[in-house]
């Protein structure tokens, strides 16, 4: 289906690619309890912890205001939640399924090929100087030759 010239396919596959990423940024920023959660614990859920500091940064990476407790009372909520299904869901053993395995098989893919790419190259942006020796170097490149544009007036009478 295309929608205003936007294939919906494509979008969802890119809303799903983000709602993995974003729930594996929040797994990823709990702390397993090696013990006893540390006093600075906001939130534990199994054998999962989660620190005030874990939560600004995460809401900093996102952009999101992280002095306000709004946006941390959401985001504790979400991450208990999160960690709740993700319980039930190793329970039913679906970490196990083949289709996860080969969708977490192409997410790894997808970020650590990202990952590289951003880390290795490199965009220059040229100078407002090269900018100017290049036009100045392939001028004729630009210049219209003859008209290219030209207006057809056609007038019916009924």
């Not at 929608?3 to 594996?24: F, P, R, Y």
């Not at 999962?48 to 996102?62: G, R």
Request: include cysteine; aromatic fraction near 4%; proline fraction near 3%.
């Amino acid at each position: 289906m295309i929608l205003q010239g936007i294939d919906t396919k494509d979008l969802m596959k890119t809303a799903g690619l983000m709602l993995a990423v974003s729930l594996l940024a929040i797994l990823t920023s709990c702390k397993l309890l090696d013990s006893e959660p540390p006093a600075d614990a906001l939130a534990v859920v199994g054998e999962h912890w989660i620190t005030h500091d874990d939560i600004v940064a995460d809401l900093a990476s996102m952009d999101i205001d992280t002095t306000s407790d709004r946006e941390i009372a959401l985001y504790v909520n979400q991450w208990i939640d999160t960690q709740l299904l993700l319980h039930e869901a190793h329970k039913q053993e679906l970490h196990r399924d083949p289709e996860f395995l080969r969708r977490m098989r192409d997410l790894e893919t997808d970020v650590l090929v990202s990952r590289l790419m951003d880390a290795n190259i490199l965009v220059e942006t040229p100078s407002s100087q090269a900018i100017v020796d290049y036009w100045k170097d392939h001028t004729g490149e630009y210049t219209r030759v003859a008209n290219e544009v030209s207006l057809i007036i056609a007038r019916v009478d009924t």
